[in-house]
């Protein structure tokens, strides 16, 4: 148990911007030897307040349940009971309840005091080394407010009733807090087969893509906007191919190893082993965490047939929320099972065919494949009519031709999907065909493009 955090029996009418607790932070640190010293309430535990006369009380503090040591603390009445505004643009933030509300150049923002507590950068609060924070601030007071507020147009300020002292940058806070004029830095770009055509994401050189962060940040760019990418001349090795991929991302181990290669050999037991039609659906949808991308290279194929289908899952979500609103809303709620089975692997997943994203409702995943579907034993009688049809509708939209992008993957082609968006699929073939390729962990994508400030 932290130590600061044990025997907290205060209840919360004690810890407010009455209490003056700057003589807490000394003794913390000089008598006990304990690193926080912070002083602020989030941190103090306190068994019982005797008020004394003359502004002086004494309050016990505790290290443990069992174990108290008396000490002395000023008491401040808080005078006026407001918070003081001030700065050169104090005119654009207004007090409300429990928080404040800033006006910027093109955002209003409420601002909780206890989150703008909670998320103080201040070296005592954050380790800039480690870039975590220093407290938990798990006793923070809910009802906490700060003595003042100065705000100059780029910085706010806030003095909390310990004198503690919290600095944002409005940038800072336009880019973390919760607002709804959230811009995301590399929007979708949503396409049908028309869109595509005329606008296809340019393809970037081996050379390039290896030797340059340009072309890097190109392919990844590529990757957020149009839910894929496409790098050629790569050299017809698996070694090459997998070079190709690591400058994007390690690669992830699933059930088929890291990299893998396929044809028509039905050396395993799933479609993809043989040479007949697969339609769009995503893969790995038997895991709960679906695997980010999917990359393949094409490294020989002597016959016919065998076009790759991408297809713009959010284009297609996005479509059927608008013309049935009520099938969207029934697949972002209802959690259905994927399963993939041969000897030795049994793998079993729970998810919802279509996931949104929490803050935005923008969407963040479609996970689409009718041939993994495992007996469906998640929804209940009364419901399971109504979860099919809302299915269907969406199958509508994936079977849509005016939806289907086509290529040809030569050979020297390595091919990125985003498989949490874009679904692929390809015709029968004739021939000798193989594919290698890999997946890869979006979250692994993600950190490379925030890395490399695409994101
Ligand atoms: C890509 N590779 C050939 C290795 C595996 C194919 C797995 C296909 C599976 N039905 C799924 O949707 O995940
Ligand atoms: O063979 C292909 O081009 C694609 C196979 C496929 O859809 C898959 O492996 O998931």
Sequence with gaps: MHPLTAGRILSKRHVSRSWYFHSFRNLFTDKRGWTISTSSTCWCSYK????????????FVGRSKSKFSPITVNRRLSTTGTISLSGKNA?????????????????LLTLPFIWLRDHCRCQICYNYKTNQKKVENLDCDLSIEPRSVEYDGVQLSL??????????????????VFHSGYKKKVPFFLWNKDVMTANPPPRIGYEDHMNTSMALKRSIFNILKFGY??????????????????KVSPVSRTLFGEMWSFTSDEARGDTAYTNIALGAHTDASYYNIPAGIQVFHCLEHDGSGGETLLLDGFNAAERLQKIDPAAFDILTRTVIPHEYIEPGHNFHSLGTVLTQHPTTGEMLNIRFNPYDRAPLYTVPPDKVQ????????????????????????????????????VLHGRAAFTGKRVITGCYLSRDDLMSTARVLQIL
């Design 48 to 59: 019982d307040v005797n008020r004394g006369s003359g502004g002086i009380s004494t309050c």
């Design 91 to 107: 005119a654009d933030i207004k007090t409300i309840s429990g928080g404040i509300e800033l006006r910027t150049d093109n955002d």
């Design 159 to 176: 003095i909390w009733p310990d004198d503690h002292k919290t600095t944002f940058e409005t940038d800072w806070l336009l880019s973390h």
């Design 229 to 246: 990418t496409i790098v050629t001349q790569v050299p017809l090795t698996i070694e090459d191919t997998r070079e190709v991929i690591e």
């Design 386 to 421: 109504e979860f099919y049809r809302a299915y269907q509708a969406l199958s509508t939209e994936i079977k849509n031709k005016d939806n289907e992008f086509w290529i040809k993957l030569e050979p020297g082609m390595v091919l990125f999907i985003d498989n949490w968006r």
